[in-house]
């Protein structure tokens, strides 16, 4: 119900009879037998859940393979990676970072497996997020700028939304995809 209301198809997922979704959270910079962390679970409402004990910083999800010399995607949310699947006819592979804040340390593992290709950070684009303060702060372009800038041949980019179309909750690439099409 998660895929469906997101106008979305799963990859590296599994699903559970009850609707609830499963996906791995993997240090891709680890030995393969170690490199599963936890597990996010995805109702079919769309609320997220972690593993007990989990520690986020470098965990990410990789949708699709890497081709040495292309592109390779980062994003925050599943759902976001698997629009950018989409849009890029399943060519280019995305890591999904979970959230801004993880990006900082998602990048650079990155960087680091694969040198070769050129990354891409698709930013959220938090337009009508305040700090602690009450002030505007755009936490996933601040947070993308700053892991853009700290990995060599990184740049972001970000959704750009028809104002008229856009709803104040609307900050990704999944919300563009839904309210102005995969296009």
Known sequence: ?????????????????????????LRYDMPRALALRAVQ????????????GFIKPGCAVRLGDVQPG?????????????????ATDHALAVYVSLDA??????VPIVRALHPACR???????????KDWKGRLD????RKARTAAKAATD?????????????????TDFNDLHARQGLE
């Open 70 to 86: 292309t592109v390779v995607l980062i994003c925050e949310g599943y759902a976001t990676g698997l629009t950018l699947r989409m």
């Open 101 to 106: 804040g993880n990006l900082q340390h998602v």
């Open 138 to 141: 755009n936490v996933g372009r």
């Open 119 to 129: 990354i891409l950070i698709c930013a959220d684009d938090d337009y009508r997020t």
């Open 1 to 25: 119900a998660y895929l469906a209301k997101k106008g979305v198809v799963g990859e590296s997922c599994r699903y559970l009879p009850n609707g609830d979704l499963l996906v791995p959270l």
């Open 154 to 170: 990184a740049d972001i980019l970000y959704p750009i939304f028809d104002a008229t179309k856009r709803g104040p909750k609307d």
């Open 41 to 52: 679970r995805i109702k079919p409402d769309g609320f997220k859940l972690y593993s007990e």
